[in-house]
């Protein structure tokens, strides 16, 4: 982020920025930041906020008024509503119950039946938390239904050598990792259905990735994908197949 | 929550001391004045219509999201699994704050709101990103923009 506004600015173009990560900002310097004390992948601090978001937007934005710079300034507030969510005693609950999770990960059949039923019972919550949101959705990155992105990962998960890349161009394991993620914004959005449970997205993951066959089988593809002597299978599951706070379930952390 | 108080101890230290790239001495150049500035957005969210290819890592290439276009259809495919999705799944502007921008465009606080902006994926090794970001800032010459608002994610 902060190479982009160097290169930007250095091309004629005044540029501010949000900064998440403050350590990386005070070492690149941009011209202009705002720091930000929220989670990673909430630049604005919290969803359905407009007022606080906007806050964050004017005061990034006013950087650009100041006489010289590099400036790094802090944002001091935490976003509206994340006090009151660490406090909750319930916390978050999944609008449905499923079956114990299949941990046998040797039948594609059998975990195809498994992942199907898990999508068939949050499918209303899926459609349920899209009227929500007066039809908008995040699902859609792999452009497949997910009655069908969960053949092709029962049958990743059994013989992932046996399996071809549905995309032209695009390695199998990347396939993989573009259903998978986009499977799982599918049960993510179905989750944070109802009105009731503003869960967060760890409440959520501890979910996913634990009590649901999808959850095991993301896990399982993982252990094999360690192992792999494919480059690009490798640095895919060391980075970005599971998520750092979930390493737990998986065999090599 | 992803806080990066809040993440475990060698995963933080990996995360903030990682080796950052050398971008030299701190460029500058004075703006309009505010209320006088075309914005840009510019995301690092891996955002992008839907019609639009997914983001593979590491090839420092963008989309463009036409500021007509309806921004409710957005998606994100950035690969990292790290950080929150759920507020973007909530509302867009968590992550690209496109109609706070319009407001404060009403409003007068700026100029006005850039015909396009700009979606690339997190970290690109700068001697991918730099040519790209030039060609990336006549682009917004053209456009007539006289600022950008950079966006992480």
């Known amino acids: 982020m902060g190479g982009l506004a160097h290169f930007i600015e250095r091309a004629g173009i005044p540029t501010t920025q949000i900064s998440l990560i403050r350590a990386h900002t005070e070492q690149i310097k941009p011209p202009r930041a705002l720091a930000v004390p929220f989670e990673l992948g909430r630049p604005f601090g919290a969803p359905n906020e407009p007022v606080f978001q906007r806050r964050v937007l004017e005061d990034c934005l006013n950087l650009l008024e100041r006489p010289a710079g590099p400036v790094l300034e802090d944002f001091p507030d935490a976003p509206p509503g994340e006090a009151a969510a660490a406090e909750q005693p319930e916390g978050w609950a999944c609008p449905v119950n499923f079956a114990p999770p299949v941990s046998e990960m040797s039948d594609a059949d059998v975990l195809h039946e498994a992942l199907l039923q898990e999508v068939a019972l949050l499918r209303p919550w899926y459609e349920q938390s899209k009227e929500n949101r007066k039809g908008r959705s995040a699902f859609g990155i792999s452009e497949t239904a997910p009655e069908d992105i969960v053949r092709f990962l029962a049958d990743f998960a059994v013989t992932p050598l046996d399996i071809q890349s549905p995309y032209d161009d695009t390695h199998v394991i990347v396939a993989f990792k573009r259903m998978a993620d986009d499977l799982r914004y599918f049960y993510t959005e179905a989750a944070i259905a109802r009105p009731d449970g503003r869960g967060s997205d760890l409440e959520v993951a501890n979910w996913l990735w634990a009590d649901t066959t999808l959850g095991g089988l993301l896990v399982a593809v993982r252990d094999w994908a360690m192992e792999s002597d494919d480059p690009t299978t490798l640095e895919l599951a060391q980075n970005a197949m599971v998520p750092f706070h979930q390493r737990h379930h998986t065999k090599h952390g | ?153």
């Open chain 2, 1 to 153: 929550m992803v806080h990066v108080r809040e993440m475990p101890d060698h995963l933080r230290d990996a995360l903030i001391n990682q080796e950052l790239p050398e971008y030299g001495d701190t460029p500058w150049v004075t703006p309009k004045p505010l209320n006088e500035c075309r914005v840009a957005l510019i995301s690092t969210a891996g955002l992008h219509r839907r019609e639009d290819p997914p983001f593979t890592p590491g090839a420092g290439d963008y989309r463009i999201i036409p500021d007509e276009y309806d921004m409710d259809a957005l998606i994100m495919s950035h690969v990292s699994t790290n950080f929150d999705r759920s507020g973007f799944y909530q509302d867009v502007n968590t992550s690209f704050p496109i109609d706070r921008l319009r407001e404060l465009a009403d409003e007068g606080v700026i100029g006005s709101v850039a015909g396009r902006h700009f979606s690339f994926m997190g970290a690109t090794p700068p001697t991918v990103m730099e040519p790209v970001a030039r060609d990336l800032a006549k682009v917004l010459k053209a456009d007539n923009v006289d600022a950008v608002a950079l966006v992480p994610v």
